[in-house]
């Protein structure tokens, strides 16, 4: 069947949404709450995991009063082993097709890396890393049969600049999923399926006062800010036309300009100084 085509607001021509259904992990807050709320402004319909059942069920609820379109709520960790089966399993159950997928679930470990332990280090490689790269494998083969499939990797601007001290895997994973968005769009955009790489800067969330950061961030200026509607506004337009990274915030986008300018043991040293200001130890 042949993809119904419809004008955007830029004129640009593009396969229409309406009815499909896209799947937003992390979904119960921040970048994840305002991916869903776009998703669904566009006429997506949506299903929406996170660990909180209760604000998913009400952010559901929310987007099919406002929106007029289908929500499901479906509450499980990521960070267990089974978590991506028993979702995809649990879609499945459920009769739902998905052409769309936001893997933003995540977290962060705050500390220097021989300090922490390794449960809580492997629980961060779980879900940043091995749920997303799982949850692609099982719903790609379905876009590309079907001829659509959106994807948007939730990164970070810390993947595209020298990692820092604290969080040490956090730069790590991020810049990982840069690399994966990259490949999957080269190897898949011929069947329509497209992929995006999303890099944020700072972000007006729950994120840092959860890794326990909060107040040292808070001391960067208005400008290094954007807001998690923002961020997820970029990150859908950037999947629509098919872009495979997209930097958020005119801040940000000069720190990267920078860092690919600089010799790296100059940009590491600036790294190194700037990252007491948002690092734990």
Known sequence: M???MAQDVTGMTTET????????????????????EVFAAKGWNVVLTAR????????ASE???KHGIAATPIALDLAAPDGVQRLVAEIGSRGLTIDGLVNNAGFGVAGYYARTSWKAQKDFLQVMVAAPCELTHALL????????GRIVNVASV???IPGTPGHTLYAASKAFMIKFSESLLLENRGANVLTT???????HTEFHDVAGVGKRVSKFGKAWWNTAAEVAEAGYDGVMRGRSIVVVGRRSKQVVALMKLLPEPLALRMVAGRSRSFRAE
């Open 52 to 59: 909180r059942a209760e604000r998913l069920e009400a952010l």
């Open 2 to 4: 042949t993809p119904k």
């Open 63 to 65: 987007l099919v009063a």
């Open 141 to 148: 083969p379905g876009m590309i049969e079907r001829g659509f």
């Open 197 to 203: 790489a999303l890099c944020p800067g700072f972000t």
């Open 17 to 36: 949404v309406s009815g499909r259904t896209a799947l937003i992990t992390g979904a119960s807050a921040g970048i994840g709450k305002a991916f869903a």
């Open 158 to 160: 810390a993947g595209l």
